[in-house]
């Protein structure tokens, strides 16, 4: 198979879909691998790191598109490069669909078999391929919301640890699971006062045996909420329902009785967010005001760590990618029903029930596909 990588055009977009080593792996599995020249720069990597892995540089993403049999990215395809996908090509990539349903109409018409990251299973029940990027986001989210308390960016001027003789920032995690449980370690690290909220009485069990004397945990009910955000200078978005849009959890009334200056980092923004003001933002432009709270909504996080979040992401990509180029879309996914979870756009028809009901279109059965392969 000849798989291609193109440089990311997503603003402010440092990372890549495959590094040299994984290049390397590929071209070891037999394949042909082309990269679009500068694709890996902004994550450390030079033309001829490729080159040395045995991979073909060539001089744009359009000779990418046209030549490659799968496309591995990151972040969901611009509508300059949905243009250019192909039937019978494989798009492997974050698509984060359910809040965007201008994407998933080109996506079907452009017939490509399109497999998202952040739909791809594990057999516990998570989520292989969106963990590594949710434990980069849920890193650098109270590295952001300190950044966005800042006087200077609107803030209220408060520092998460406070000092000696000062209380720290009370910070409200929405979301116990990778994001928000990476989001609170940090916090607590940085001194603040964290209550983690969850809806899930087993993950909060978990994090209550693990980080009981780091941070407190809560059940996520309106009323708990409303009482918690109330009192909060950040809070934290981190809540996903696999596929689906995000749940507005916060509302633009509880934004009323939130301290002027406080901060939100919505990190469920690219599933459309959980906080009923937000809207997306890039990292040129991160943050807004509505009601006095500053809002921080960049979709790709990520992105602002490059380095760091392309080899973790290939970490975990590696296996699948391999699979997918080895036995063709068909058989990786009849053989693995956690990467045929992934598949949601095949042939102009939306394979994911999440992502059909989210967008209310119809769905086209995954199994009935998987059937007709073997
Ligand atoms: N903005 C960015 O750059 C990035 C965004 N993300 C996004 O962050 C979000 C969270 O991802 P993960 O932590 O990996 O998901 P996860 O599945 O590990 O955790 C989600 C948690 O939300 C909880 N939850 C669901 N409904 C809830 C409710 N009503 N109240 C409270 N908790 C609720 C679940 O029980 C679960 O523990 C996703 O939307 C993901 O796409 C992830 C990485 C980067
Ligand atoms: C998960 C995701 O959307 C990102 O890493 O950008
Ligand atoms: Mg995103």
């Known amino acids: 198979m000849k798989i291609g990588t193109v440089r990311e055009i997503k603003a402010q977009e440092f990372r890549v879909g495959l590094t040299p080593g994984a290049a390397q792996e590929a071209v070891a599995h037999g394949h042909e691998v082309v990269v679009e020249t500068g694709a890996g720069l902004g994550a450390g990597f030079a033309d001829s790191d490729y080159t040395a892995a045995g991979a073909a540089i060539v001089a744009d993403a359009k000779t990418v598109f046209e030549t490659a049999d799968m496309i591995v990215k990151v ?9 250019m996908l192909r039937e019978e090509q494989i798009l492997f990539t974050y698509l984060h669909l359910a809040a965007d349903e201008a994407q998933a109409r080109d996506l079907m018409d452009s017939r490509a ?4 990251y952040e739909t ?12 590594p990027m949710s434990e980069v986001a849920g890193r650098l989210a109270p590295q952001m919301g300190a950044w966005t308390l800042q006087k200077a960016n609107g803030g209220r001027g408060v520092l998460l640890g406070g000092v000696p003789g000062v209380a720290p920032a009370k910070v409200v995690v929405i979301g116990g699971g990778v994001v928000g449980t990476n989001a609170a370690r940090v916090a607590a690290g940085m001194g603040a006062d964290v209550t983690v909220l969850d809806r899930s009485l087993p993950r909060l069990r978990y994090l209550d045996d693990v980080f009981g004397g780091t941070f407190r945990t809560a059940y996520s009910s309106k009323a708990e909420t409303e009482a918690l955000v109330a009192q909060a200078d950040l809070v934290i978005g981190a809540v996903l329902i696999p596929g689906a849009a995000a749940p507005k959890l916060v509302t633009r009334e509880m934004l009323k009785t939130m301290k002027p200056g406080a901060a939100i980092v919505d990190v469920a923004i690219d ?6 003001t937000s809207c997306p933002t890039t990292h040129d432009n991160p943050i807004f005001e509505v009601e006095g709270v500053m809002h921080y909504c960049v979709a790709n996080m990520p992105g602002a760590v490059a380095r760091t979040a392309t080899l973790a992401l290939s970490n975990a990509t590696q296996p699948f990618m391999l699979a997918l180029a080895d036995k063709g879309w068909e058989r990786a996914c009849a053989e693995d029903p956690h990467l045929a979870a992934g598949l949601n756009v095949h042939a102009g028809e939306i394979t994911h029930a999440a992502v059909a009901e989210a967008l209310d279109l119809p769905l086209h059965e995954t ?3 998987l059937h007709a392969a073997e």
């Open 271 to 276: 599933q459309g967010g959980c906080v009923e």
């Open 120 to 131: 791809v299973t594990a057999r516990d029940g998570t989520l292989p391929l969106l963990a």
């Open 75 to 83: 972040k969901e395809p611009q509508a300059s490069e949905r243009k």
């Open 367 to 369: 199994a009935s596909l």
């Open 113 to 116: 078999t399109c497999i998202a």
